[in-house]
């Protein structure tokens, strides 16, 4: 830096004007994280010292300090959860990335972004569709493929079995993630210039980069489970396997109202997962996702046609076999129902019939309005939140990021988020659903990322003073946000309508105002366990119906690019 760029550059850092500004654009989303993660969370700490005086968990409470604590740390119940939680992320982060890693060292051969991203939608295809519609896929097949598919739902039962099955399940779902992140770090330092342009520096590396990412990230949410997928499969017999911390306090603090044992491990995990995220961030700083998409210079697009043409030829094998092993079943299964059960689908044909006139087009543009709002003052708190993370060398920007990594581990679908709901008269209408995603702090981190990534330049621009700060936001960083700010919105967008919990499992008791996947799972996997024995014609239409949005999003998402924004889909908490 040249003598007068070191003295602009003191002269405003002398000044407080700039540093108090960039965090002023951050006082409003700030506001509302307070009032509703910050509030809910410091009247939910009282809880796990207390105990309810009614069997419903409402009316007063009476302290009883430790007791809650004791009664946990004694039960060989919740060291059997703990376990549980911990040995199934471990087995789904070892698997998933083991296999992510081999699948990316052969597609990452070929240079073209076609096929890429081709390779990329087939895998991350099961992550768009509703984990409600796949995961009755799977049981449709348990039930009905015969020999063709090992394990069937009774094997379930087992929970030798089901720690066996599970974590494959979740693969299946998840897989496309680090997968198309790491092809992003690969086609990045092709594009960077650097490198010797041998196989180890310019695809090995990058890959094992973007993999140990996801690992990290994956392990800073240790203690959180993909709930929706889990408590599809898992039932009470499998408890030895599958109960885990998100299903045990589900479980007794909303559905029992046990709410002293419960919120007592959810306190637990609340501490122990917000110590493991602050030091994972802190050894991450210097290794972040900015060193693995940077982009500059001069772009190798040196390959031959040869090494591509054998790529795709083995990558299309590879996808078969994928498709053998997950749709295969599937396939098979379908086809021997329908040629051979006519009788058992005509006895089905009125219960099923039932199902399209029960989701009506009122509640599909109804949702897709509710989760439009979400989504665009989740974008905006996402922008404001982020500024003050690209300032260059702004003070307090450690303690800034901390303060929003702890607010992250508040998470959502607590019970104490539950009772500060029912509390203020909001509970069964549509403000939870609303509230509850218009904060996704993840997506602060990675714009962050990306944006220092794309726009290293801009920073030291802004850093050297050469732009005001309301300038330097709104024709610096502003425009160039843009672009990434929609693609992460579109990942929100598709995981909104694809879930239902907590949005509408906790807080919608009204069938009226179920979302459309909430009213698939509801129809096909609650009450009517032997539907799942079936595909009739209605139950694929509803299955497409629910399904369209999140395909439409991911095709998108495929064309206009931005793989490292899917770093956003690695915690689920």
């Known amino acids: 830096m040249s003598t007068q760029d070191k003295g602009l550059s003191r002269r405003t850092h002398k000044r407080e004007g700039p540093c108090l500004i960039a965090y002023l654009w951050a006082v409003p989303p700030m506001i509302l994280l307070f009032l509703y993660r910050i509030v809910p969370f410091i009247s939910g700490l ?46 789904y982060i070892l698997l998933c990335s083991f296999l992510a890693l081999l699948l990316v060292l052969v597609l990452g051969s070929t240079q073209s972004k ?20 796949i995961s009755y896929l799977i049981l449709y097949t348990m039930g009905n493929a015969g020999m063709f598919f090992t394990f069937s739902m009774e094997s379930m039962t087992d929970p030798r079995i089901f720690r066996l099955i ?49 690992v990290l990230i994956e392990l800073s949410a240790l203690l959180s489970s993909d709930f929706e997928l889990l408590t599809i499969f898992h ?40 110590v493991i995220s602050i030091l994972i961030f802190l050894g991450i ?65 009125d219960a099923s019939s039932a199902l399209i006139p029960a989701l009506s087009y009122k509640s599909i543009i109804g949702h897709l309005l509710l989760i439009s709002l979400a989504v665009v003052i989740n974008a905006i708190v996402t922008i404001l939140l982020t500024y003050p993370l690209t300032v260059k060398d702004l003070p307090g920007r450690l303690l800034y990021s901390v303060s929003l990594i702890f607010i992250l581990n ?107 996947v909430m009213t698939f799972r509801n129809l096909v996997l609650g009450g009517q366990a032997e539907i799942y024995e079936f595909l009739t014609p209605e139950i694929i239409k509803l299955a497409a119906m629910v399904s369209i949005p999140g395909i439409i999003i991911l095709l998108l998402l495929m064309i206009f690019g931005g793989e490292e924004l899917f770093a956003s889909q690695i915690r689920k908490s």
């Open 410 to 516: 508040i998470g959502v679908g607590g019970i104490h988020e539950f009772l500060f709901f029912k509390g203020r008269g909001i509970f069964g209408t549509v403000f939870p659903y609303i509230i509850t995603g218009s904060f996704t702090l993840i997506n602060v981190f990675v714009l962050r990322a990306v944006y220092n990534a794309r726009y290293k330049d801009a920073k030291e621009e802004a850093a050297k003073g050469a732009k005001g700060e309301m300038s330097s936001f709104f024709k610096g960083f502003l425009p160039r946000v843009i672009k990434p700010v929609l693609g992460l919105s579109a990942l929100q967008y598709a995981i909104m309508w694809n879930s239902y919990y907590p949005r509408q499992l906790m807080y919608i008791s009204d069938p009226a105002k179920f979302s459309p």
């Open 166 to 214: 599970y974590p494959v399940l979740e693969v299946i779902k998840n897989l496309g993630i680090p997968i198309i992140i790491a092809l992003g770090a690969i086609n990045a330092k092709r594009e960077s210039g650097q490198g010797t342009g041998g196989f180890i520096h310019m695809q090995l590396l990058p890959a094992l980069k973007a993999i140990g990412l996801f």
């Open 114 to 133: 076609f096929w890429q991203r081709f390779f990329s939608a087939a895998f991350l295809f099961p992550y768009f569709i509703p984990t409600a519609v």
């Open 46 to 91: 009282s809880l796990p010292f207390a105990q309810s005086a009614s069997a419903m968990g409402t009316g007063p409470r009476i302290w009883v300090g430790m007791n809650n604590f004791r009664e946990l740390f004694n039960s060989f119940s919740f060291s059997k959860v703990l376990g549980n939680t911990i040995i199934l992320k471990l087995e």
């Open 235 to 274: 039932n009470p017999e499998a408890y030895g396997a599958a109960d885990v911390i998100d299903t045990f306090t589900y479980r007794n603090g909303i559905v029992n109202m046990d709410t002293g044992v419960a919120s007592s491990a959810w306190l637990v995990k609340f501490l122990i997962q917000t």
């Open 285 to 349: 700083r210097k290794f972040s996702v900015q060193n693995i998409f940077t982009r500059h210079g001069s772009k190798n697009n040196k390959g031959g046609r040869l090494g591509s043409f054998v790529v795709v030829i083995a990558g299309l094998f590879i996808l078969e076999i994928y498709l053998l092993l997950t749709a295969g079943p599937m396939a098979v299964s379908a086809v021997e129902t329908f040629k051979g059960s006519a009788g058992a689908l005509n006895g089905l044909k």
